[in-house]
């Protein structure tokens, strides 16, 4: 068993502080002329510390390097940092907070649970090698924290007790710990416990004089105690905690468990006017539905962004929304947040927004990947399916086409170009694409002999056919748009020269019942120079065309 441990020292703050609208090592923009230098650097020097009626509680990473520290009084905190925004706590944000860390971090295990002092712990001992070992996992881990708008301090343990108590000391910087907040033997485990301060322990709060009475300076010092006077003393808790956190006994945690459905909400607390700035804002919501969709074994092909805005005049909406749908099915946070962007970048916001929710729509089961020695064709093009969905996302679905072909003998209508959907929803967007030779359709296509041309260019054709090899090709590579209306010279069709028939006749008589019928013969043809053509003469009239060139 391995656990990893993520404690939020910063929680109650970040629960109530505004989010953070670009990410924090990306650069202020350089001050315009319209905008004088004292704006810019009071809005540079914003800081948040959450305080009650008289004294600073916590301090965010800002504040504490102008100087504010806890307990300090508001006029004082004030006095040092003038740039710094006072908040009041707020339980019930703090806990929306804290669940949804929890729900983005079900991207890495099941087992996820709340712990006390605002930590998650994480038992990741069966997925190691899915991630890449316990360094990258950590890694990744701390990404999605910091994604998620977070401040936090990680440990890992073979205990789930070790691991918060390694997490604790790194957050509190207790001594001794600097270097061991990543153990993976439960014999080094032991050893670095003792080391810890005994006020570490989640019941020290209770037991603190008692603890500083008896010379208990550290966790091997209460450990080396008789079991008796402790459990006299202190309770048998006590006992139980020590040895859970040393892999002694067993500790059966509750998981948390992701919702039904999913639906997440974020208040931004400042108004943004630009649709550019929300994206780092909505990456927590983007996340957070990551984690969702592995904890339901699901993916998603659409979701849908709204956007509620600030009532800046009479008419403004007060909410309005973007719908993403993409063709294959997906549940990767970053191609997520690609497609975002792109279509956040083509938005213009009708009013200025206040808040953020991401429902998740045309939610399906998430087929794995094939990992065997021979992948199926549909496993390859999952990268070209994400790529096309990228490209249509920057120009616009109705940019990128996909040719089907049609079961219709008429050269024209032979193929379509439609809206691009990968190949698990061609089938709904449109005919499927296979070979029209496959089947016979409704009506008649077939060569004819040479005693059934008429007219002296066919007689022409069978006798006086031209030194040269025929196309590989029955049809050429290049249609024109529209049948080119071709002259005739002694019988002979002309396109800047005389031209030649080199094949018998092919005849394509169809779409009677669509009032387009046509009556055909097609002929490969070509001029003194090599040339070929694809052509061929309306059996009512005579008259001839040009169709298609040969390459």
Known sequence: MLWIAVTLPLLPLEAVRPPLLLPPDQPFPPPSEAQPQGARTAQEARCYALADHARVLIPDLDAFAL?????????????????LVLLESDPARETRAFEALALALLAYTPKVSLAQSHTLLLEVGSGLRLFGGVRALLAKVAVTVADCGHTARIACAPTAWGAWTLAQARATRASGTSHRWR?????????????????LAPFAAQHDHA?????????????RLPREGIARRFGDGVLTWLAQARGEAPDPRIAFSAPPSFRAELELQARVESAEALLFAARRLVMQLAGWLVAQHAALSAFELRLEHELAS?????????????????????????????????????????????????????????????PMPETSDAPLAQLFERIGARLGEQNVLQLFVEDDHRPERAMAARAYRASGASGASGAPARRASSRKPRGRSQPQGAQEVQGAASVQSVLDLPDMPLPTQPRPAWLLEKPLKLAVRGDRPVYR??????????????????????????????????????????RIGGQWYLQGLFG
């Not at 946070?333 to 429902?359: D, S």
Request: with cysteine; proline share 5%.
């Open 67 to 83: 100087g504010v520290r806890a307990d300090n009084t508001r006029a004082h905190a004030l006095a040092l940092a003038p740039g």
């Open 314 to 374: 009479r008419h403004a909406p007060r909410t309005s929304s973007l719908t993403l749908a993409w063709a294959s099915p997906s549940r990767d946070a970053g191609h997520l947040l690609w497609l975002l962007r792109e279509k956040l970048n083509q938005t213009e916001l009708a009013a200025p927004v206040i808040g953020l929710a991401l429902i998740a729509s045309g939610v399906s089961e998430y087929a794995a990947p094939n990992d065997t020695l021979f």
């Open 497 to 538: 020269r005389p031209l030649k028939t080199l094949t018998r006749t092919e005849r394509i008589e169809t779409g009677w019942w669509d009032g387009e019928g046509v009556g055909r013969d097609y002929y490969v043809a070509a001029d003194n120079q090599g040339r070929m053509f694809w052509l061929y003469r309306e």
């Open 211 to 223: 603890l500083t009475q008896i010379g208990c300076a550290t966790l091997g010092d209460l450990r």
């Open 183 to 199: 153990v993976l033997k439960e014999t080094t485990l032991a050893r670095v416990l003792d080391t810890l301060p005994v006020t």
